[in-house]
Structures are given as structure tokens and as C-alpha cells.
């Protein structure tokens, strides 16, 4: 129990750092349990010291000194891809990942001027953050070595000699075969998660199955589970097994250091079954010291996802076991999955905005499957691939991961299997906070109608969370470097308008497109599940680029586009139905009046630039003009076929180049706010000079200098935020 309640006081303290109003409920709810289960007063007081001093210890934890750059590197591990290599180099006790086109081996030392990279800070108001990763692996940087280094081995340490053999393991599975489900028995086997192919990685998150194919507390109790019957069958003493199970797990964990998730689950399974031996077993201080080991080894391990899934799911069956031991096989496995779906809801919701339709009934499905098909298939292959794996098995192996590999993509694809929801609020997550508890405790008692009160009250927090708006609108700039993208929603009648998504020429096949690091993250903790309309100003690659990917992720209703745009029919691929400007000069989606401007006849221009559609968009009593990359000329043609223009925001031209935002054209539309999309340190400059000169006076906002831009409107007031600026401005529309 002590152990427990320490744990809880280091969560308390990180969510009271994190968010106090959310920190200070947490430590209310452990004060009343703890004086509920004890009536003793100086417990409350110990908690209540504890707590401060953890909290203390958070905020004055140390953080990473960067290093610009180092002299001396050890290689003390790999990190492997399909198709590449990531050194793990050491350099004074800290860890850092090379990439290198050079082979080294385990233990070389290398010299040379290895320049320090600390990771990309984060330009958009996403929660994916390229430096926080890092720090939660416990990496402080990266190396690019691209220059000649002098080697020489050095003499190998313990963890060394422990990589070296794990990297042996490796490439003799990776030899054994010549198939692809290789691949799979590594991540199966040590949780080499990078062979995971991103096809693969979504339909396993869609199904909410990853846990199953990455190694966890599930894949331990299996191993531990064949192991004990193999033992027991050769008639060893039980007492003998124990602790032949103890060494082999450790066994297992020294091939997996890298992987938290392994860590956890061994340490737990060994310290059950060193107290198996005791009359005693207290299950739940043995979780919390290994939690506790675990955040005092690597403190920033708290903030990872897969930790707090761990942790959560594990505490509350530990907490429900008794409810649910007597039952039957069936009811059992039931039981366990509804518990653990539930328990997750609220952390998946935190991190992912994600909220799971079928989870509860694809775990019933794949969870059986894996137990009696899949892990069994693992260790078999193991095992044989040390005496060599003949054409039979390496048939049946590539035959079961083949067919497991369709069924489930098919099944990922058939249907909608997840929502994105909105970030939530903290009101609503201490709503959710509190039905996650009572209706778990409701099922485990069989009370039903009070657990569908609470999952009812849960699910309706949850969507009230998601459609309630106290905006009228919300215009979006995303940083998608030197491109445009710009979202345009009606908060009330949930409406949205992407123009342009950004784009980047790429030399080979991506690992990770640009907007997966930019616009979906951004629509998927907006809430954005469709796209009611995508506007391609003009058919160049830093305004159009990522469409083909954006719109294989998001069910986009109508799409426009200049079809007169000399670029447009080699361009254009896809099933979605066209909208032509020409012939829709003036409609609506839900309030956000549009009216198109630009193109005004079926010309041809010579190049895509002067084909761009320009569109003024009423929202409210507020408006903006966008011009995508339109220059003088095509602004002189707008200032003589219209009367003056009046444009509360307007969308710079062409990035901030010299090429638009004529003096004339701006005195004409008399904007108060300036939106330029410009990448960091881009090669032609943008915004020149003189542009920004012509635009003083009013509110300029450059993602090369903010970064992503969030204005939402309500009624006659309009509020600005921007990623890397100042605090929130606002003004009111006279």
C-alpha cells in the first residue's frame, strides 16, 4: 500500500505541474480514498508532504544541457529498420542516435566533429513533438555523419557485449528467410517496432490491436505460461521451475533493454515470482515498485503513452481480479477486455484524440487468435530457426503472417473503426476521470444499469466536448514550411474548408509524409473526421502536393480547382466530385460565405500562378481574401473588374514575394491582418523586404517567424494565437 500511494504522489505531482486544476482534483480524490480505506489523519498529512515534495522534485528535475557538438563517440548499439541502420553512440554517459552510410561495429570508437542536433521543435499546436520524443527515449541528440571519421575498436562493456549478441539474434532471423514475415517474428519476438510498415502500423491502430503486436505484459504471461507447462510436464520440482523462470525471463529482458514495454512486463512477472516464494503476495506494491524504478531511472518515462497504458490497465485488473477470478473462461476473457478498453478510453482520448467503435469486439476476436496461433508460431520459429527452418515451416510461417497481415488491413478498411475527437477540456476530463471508475466498478458488481449510466454519461461528455463551441469560426494557418495550407471551420454548424495542403518535393518514397507531421495530426485533435470542401488554388506542389496522401486519410466531400490551370489534367486522378469555379461564383457552407473573385473567364493562362483562384470568404461580421499565388497582374485585373474590396485579413500572395502585394492592391483592400505561409530560412527569401514594407501598419504573422496561427471569431471579436509568438491579441470589428 505505501509503495502505491507513493506512485500515486509522483503521478499527482507530474499532472500538478502539467495542469493544476486537473493536479489539485487528482490529490483531493487520493486524500478522500486514502481517509475512506484508513480514517487515520497523519496518513493524509505524510500524503500531503509527499506530494509537495515531489512536486518540488518535478519542477527542479534536471533538464538535458544541449551540446552543440562532440569529438568522440562510442557505438554501443543498433537500431534497425527494414531498409536501414541507426547507431546508438555514447559519449559521456549520454546517448545519442548517428545516422551514417559507413558500417561500425559494436564497441568502436570514433573521432571526428560530430555536430549535435537536438530534434525539431514543434511549429504547429500539435501534441507530436519531434525534441519531447527524444527525451522520452532518453536520447539528447542526433548525428548526421557525413564526414570521414577515424576508428578504432575499443574494449567492450557488459551492455555491449549484451548488443552484440541481440544484433547475432537479429541477423540470423533476418538470414533464416527470405520472406517478409522475418519481420514480424522480430517485432514479435523483441519488439523491434520500426519493421512495423506504416500500412500495417494504422490498420493494427484502427482494429486497437497494436498491444498485441508489440511485446507486452500479454506476450510475457504467454511465454511464462509455455514455459511453466513445458517444465512441468519433465516432472522439475516447482520450487526449481520458479527459478529457472526467473533466469530465462531475465534472459529475455537483456535482449529487449530497449523497449519499455518489456521492461515493465518482465520486471513485474520476476517479482511476482520472487514473492510466489513468501506466503504474502502483495501484487499491488510489486507494480508500484517497478513503476517507481522505472521513473527514477528515466523520469521523463511518465509522459509516455505506452507507460500510462501499461500502468492503468494493469492497476485496474489488479483492483477488479476478485470480481472476476470466479468466473468462467469466457466471461473471463470478456471481462478482462471490457476492463481494459475502458480503463484506456480516457488516456487514448489525451493522446491520440482517438475513441475506439470496435475495440471491445476486435480484442474478443484477435486476442485468441494470437494466443493460440500467432505466439505459438513465434517461439516454434525460434526455436527451429536455431536448427534451420525447413520449406515446410517456412511456408506455414509466411502462409499464417500473410493471411494475418489482409485480414487485418481488410478489416481496418471495411468500416469506421475509430473517431477523432477534440482535445478535451478539463472539466470534461474529470468527468471522464470520474464514470472511467464507476462504471468499471459497476460491471465488476453486475450492476448493470449503473454501468450504462456511466459509460452514457462518459460517451456524452465526450461528444458534447466534441460539437460544443463557444466560437463562431476558426481560421487556421498550418506550418507546412515554405507552402500553403489554411483551414476555414464554422464551430457551430461543424464545417470545414481546407485550401491548399502544403507539399515538398521528396527523392524517394517517404517514410513519413509532411502532413503527417503537420495538417492530420492538426485535424485529428481538431476533430476533424471529414472535409467538407478543398480548395486547390493553383496546381503547384507547395500548395497541392499532399493531397493525394491527405485525401487517402480524410473523406473530403467536393474538391475545386481551376480545371483550366495548365497543370490541372495531369494532376487530377481521384474519385471526388469537382467543383468549378466559374460556374459556383457565390455559395455557402454552412455560414462561411464564399465568393469567388478569380478566374472570371475560361482563359487559359500561361502558368499556374496566374490561374489561382482568389476567394473572399465572409465569416460573420469578419472576412478574408485569399489569393493563393496571384501576382501584380492578376491583383491590377481584380482592382479594375471590382469596387474597393474590404478584406479584414488577407492572405498574402505568393508567400510574401516582391512578385504581389502591389502598394495599390492593398491600399484598395485596406486589411488589418496579414497572413504570410513562408518556410524557416527559405532559399528565395520570402517575405522580401519590400513586401513586409508595404504591409506595415497592420498585423503581420509569417509562419518563418510564429509559426502555425489560430484566429477564432466570436461575433464582433476576433482573437489571434500563435504557436512560437506572444500571448493572444484581440480586436473587435467596428
Given at each position: ?14 499532472v500538478?505541474?502539467e495542469?493544476?486544476?486537473?493536479g489539485?482534483?487528482l490529490?483531493?480524490a ?12 497523519w496518513?493524509?498529512?505524510y ?11 518535478v ?6 544541457t ?12 543498433y537500431?534497425?529498420?527494414t ?28 573521432y571526428?566533429?560530430?555536430?549535435i542536433?537536438?530534434?525539431?521543435s514543434?511549429?504547429?499546436?500539435i ?22 571519421t577515424l576508428?578504432?575498436?575499443?574494449p ?11 544484433d547475432?539474434?537479429?541477423?540470423r532471423?533476418?538470414?533464416a ?6 519481420f514480424d517474428m522480430l ?25 498485441l503486436?508489440?511485446?507486452s505484459?500479454?506476450h ?5 505460461g509455455?514455459?511453466?507447462?513445458v ?24 535482449l ?7 521492461v ?5 512477472a ?17 507494480i508500484?515498485?517497478t ?7 528515466h523520469?521523463?518515462?511518465?509522459y ?24 468462467g ?10 476492463i ?9 482520448l ?26 505459438p508460431?513465434v ?6 530457426s536455431l536448427?534451420?527452418?525447413n ?12 493471411n494475418?497481415k ?11 473503426h ?37 459509460l ?9 466536448n466534441q ?17 500553403d495550407a489554411?483551414?476555414?471551420?464554422d ?17 524517394d ?7 503527417d507531421r ?10 476533424i ?16 502536393g499532399?493531397?493525394d496522401?491527405i485525401?487517402?486519410k480524410v ?20 474519385d471526388i466530385?469537382?467543383?468549378?469555379p ?15 473573385l ?10 499556374s500562378?496566374g490561374s489561382?483562384?482568389?476567394?473572399y ?26 469596387q ?6 488577407l ?34 527569401g520570402h517575405p ?26 466570436d ?10 509568438g ?5 480586436m473587435?470589428?467596428?
Open positions: 500500500m505505501i509503495a502505491f500511494v507513493c506512485f500515486l504522489t509522483i503521478v499527482v505531482a507530474v500538478l505541474v495542469n493544476a486544476f486537473i489539485f482534483f490529490c483531493a487520493m486524500l478522500f480514498i486514502l481517509w475512506q480505506q484508513t480514517r487515520q489523519f496518513r493524509l498529512i500524503c500531503i508532504l509527499l506530494t509537495a515534495i515531489m512536486t518540488m522534485a519542477i527542479f528535475m534536471p533538464k538535458m544541449p551540446i552543440e557538438s562532440l569529438s568522440e563517440v562510442t557505438v554501443v548499439g537500431k534497425y529498420y531498409d536501414d541502420i541507426i547507431y546508438i553512440v555514447d559519449s559521456n554517459r549520454e546517448t545519442y542516435e548517428m545516422y551514417s552510410d559507413e558500417h561500425y561495429e559494436i564497441g568502436m570508437r570514433c571526428g566533429n560530430y555536430e542536433f537536438q530534434g525539431n514543434q511549429r504547429n499546436m501534441k507530436e513533438d519531434d525534441s519531447l520524443r527524444m527525451v522520452m527515449n532518453g536520447i539528447n541528440g542526433r548525428i548526421y555523419d557525413d564526414t570521414s576508428c578504432e575498436h575499443g567492450l562493456t557488459i551492455g555491449m557485449q549484451i548488443n552484440a549478441f541481440r547475432k539474434y537479429i541477423q532471423i533476418l538470414n528467410t527470405e520472406h517478409d514475415y522475418k517485432t514479435l519476438s523483441i519488439g523491434i517496432k520500426s519493421y512495423i510498415d506504416s500500412e500495417l502500423f494504422d490498420g493494427l491502430q484502427k482494429l486497437g490491436i497494436y498491444h503486436y508489440v511485446i505484459g500479454t510475457v504471461a504467454f511465454l511464462t509455455v514455459l511453466y507447462y517444465l512441468k510436464r519433465m516432472r522439475i520440482p516447482l520450487e526449481w521451475i520458479k527459478i529457472i523462470l526467473i533466469i530465462m525471463l531475465l534472459c529475455f529482458l537483456l529487449n533493454l530497449f523497449s519499455p514495454s518489456v515493465r512486463a518482465v520486471l513485474m520476476v517479482l511476482l515470482l520472487i514473492t510466489s516464494f513468501f506466503r504474502t503476495r502483495p501484487y499491488m506494491t510489486i508500484s515498485l513503476a517507481i524504478f522505472q521513473f527514477l531511472y523520469p521523463n518515462i511518465i509516455n503513452a505506452g507507460f500510462q497504458l501499461s500502468y492503468i490497465t494493469t492497476y485496474f485488473i489488479l483492483l477488479t481480479r476478485h470480481y472476476i477470478l470466479n468466473r473462461p469466457f466471461v473471463q476473457l470478456f471481462m478482462f477486455t471490457v481494459s478498453e475502458i480503463s484506456t478510453l480516457l488516456i487514448l489525451i493522446h491520440f484524440n482517438d475513441l475506439s467503435i470496435s475495440g471491445i469486439l476486435m480484442n474478443l476476436i484477435f486476442v485468441p487468435l494470437f494466443s493460440v496461433v500467432i505466439f508460431s517461439i516454434i520459429f525460434n526455436i527451429a536448427i534451420g527452418i520449406g515446410l515451416f517456412d511456408y506455414l510461417f509466411h502462409f499464417i503472417f500473410s494475418l489482409q485480414v487485418i488491413l481488410y478489416l481496418s478498411n471495411a468500416f469506421q475509430r473517431m477523432f475527437m477534440t482535445n478535451l477540456s478539463n472539466v470534461a476530463i474529470i468527468i471522464l476521470l470520474i464514470t472511467t471508475v464507476t462504471s468499471t466498478m459497476a460491471i465488476c458488481k453486475n450492476k448493470i444499469n449503473h454501468a450504462i449510466i456511466s452514457l454519461i462518459f460517451f456524452a461528455t465526450v461528444m458534447f460539437y460544443y463551441s463557444s466560437h463562431d469560426f476558426k481560421i487556421t494557418m498550418v506550418d507546412v514550411g515554405q507552402g489554411f483551414l476555414i471551420q464551430m457551430r454548424q461543424n464545417k470545414t474548408i481546407l485550401i491548399d495542403t502544403g507539399g515538398r518535393f521528396y527523392m518514397t517517404p517514410h513519413i509524409r509532411l502532413s503537420t495538417l492530420l495530426p492538426y485535424l485529428k485533435q481538431s476533430g473526421n471529414q472535409i467538407d470542401m478543398v480548395v486547390l488554388s493553383h496546381i503547384d506542389l507547395d500548395h497541392v499532399e493531397f496522401h485525401a487517402n473523406n473530403i466531400h467536393y474538391v475545386m480547382a481551376n480545371m483550366r490551370d495548365p497543370a490541372f489534367n495531369e494532376f487530377w486522378a481521384y466530385p469537382l467543383v468549378d466559374l460556374e459556383n461564383q457565390s455559395f455557402e457552407i454552412g455560414n462561411i460565405n464564399i465568393r469567388v478569380s478566374p472570371m473567364d475560361a482563359e487559359i493562362q500561361e502558368g500562378n489561382s483562384i482568389v476567394l470568404i465572409q465569416l460573420g461580421k469578419f472576412s478574408i481574401l485569399f489569393t493563393g499565388d496571384a501576382g501584380v497582374d492578376e491583383e491590377q485585373l481584380l482592382m479594375e473588374s471590382y474597393p474590396v474590404e478584406a479584414d485579413i492572405k498574402v500572395g505568393h508567400h510574401g514575394s516582391d512578385t504581389s502585394s502591389s502598394s495599390e492592391f492593398i491600399e484598395w483592400l485596406s486589411p488589418n491582418i496579414a497572413l504570410i505561409s513562408a518556410g524557416v530560412d527559405n532559399r528565395y522580401h523586404d519590400s513586401v513586409l514594407d508595404t504591409l506595415s501598419g497592420m498585423l503581420i504573422l509569417s509562419t518563418n517567424e510564429v509559426g502555425m496561427v489560430e484566429m477564432v471569431i461575433g464582433d471579436t476576433l482573437c489571434v494565437a500563435s504557436k512560437l506572444n500571448d493572444t491579441q484581440c473587435i470589428k467596428k
